[in-house]
């Protein structure tokens, strides 16, 4: 069975930083892409990044370039999301996703709370 | 990078059929045939209903249906049951490793 568990969600005050984790198990995680994408109170779903199976090409949203970092360890079947600069619009949950063959993303976690406010 | 069109809700009785439009540009909807459905439950994760535009994945009911034209891609939802009442959202690779949502779409069973 596909699992996907976040965690590090917190509240933190604007500008600074987080770090988002995300364990699987129940499947190859080096042999999928994986992806986190957000949903902030009340709003709609925001992909905000990605990277392939060996961390050779990433994606990030307009929204959270240069302040983001998306990474993985495959070692530990664990996918990361390095939050820098924090404002109040990335207040949100954050959900970890994992990448079917293709484009779509075929398993999500729970999802773990971020709140940016002073 | 803007979000996908979806109309803000539908509605439908039990046992009728609603379809969800989602409007893109060419970048993205009309440029790739990957564009994902997902159906969400309040408090639940997200679940993926249908890919690349078109494909059912296993243990998804034959009553979802997707399709595509130019840029805009539809779901659409026959024999409405209650279960299905959930937010439904579409997503489309939009080049350079990105993808995009649409706004989503709060589907009522009436």
């Known amino acids: 069975e596909v699992q996907l568990v976040e965690s590090g969600g917190d509240l933190v005050q604007p500008g600074r930083s987080l770090r988002l984790s995300c364990a699987a198990s129940?499947?190859?995680?080096?042999?999928?892409?994986m992806h986190w994408v957000r949903q902030a109170p009340g709003k709609g779903l925001e992909w905000v990044s990605g990277?392939?199976?060996?961390?050779?090409?990433?994606g990030y949203a307009d929204s959270v370039k240069g302040r983001f970092t998306i990474s993985r360890d495959n070692a530990k079947n664990s996918l990361y999301l390095q939050m820098n600069s924090l404002r109040a619009e990335d207040t949100a949950l954050y959900y970890c996703?994992?990448?079917?063959?293709?484009?779509?993303?075929?398993?999500w976690g729970q999802g773990t709370m971020v709140t940016v406010s002073s | 990078q803007s979000a996908l069109t979806q109309p803000r809700s539908v509605s439908g009785s039990p046992g009728q059929s609603v379809t969800i439009s989602c409007t893109g540009i060419s970048s993205d909807v009309g440029g790739y045939n990957y564009v994902s459905w997902y159906q969400h439950h309040p408090g639940k994760a997200p679940r993926l209903m249908i890919y690349d535009f078109s494909k059912r994945p296993s243990g998804v009911p034959d009553r979802f249906a997707g399709s595509k034209s130019g840029n805009t891609a539809s779901l659409t939802i026959s024999g409405l049951q209650a279960e299905d009442e959930a937010d439904y959202y579409c997503c489309s690779y939009a080049g350079r490793y990105t993808y995009v949502f649409a706004t989503g779409t709060k589907v009522t069973v009436l």
């Open positions: 990277l392939t199976w060996n961390s050779g090409v990433t």
């Open positions: 996703a994992k990448a079917d063959s293709g484009d779509a993303f075929d398993f």
């Open positions: 129940g499947f190859t995680f080096d042999a999928y892409a």
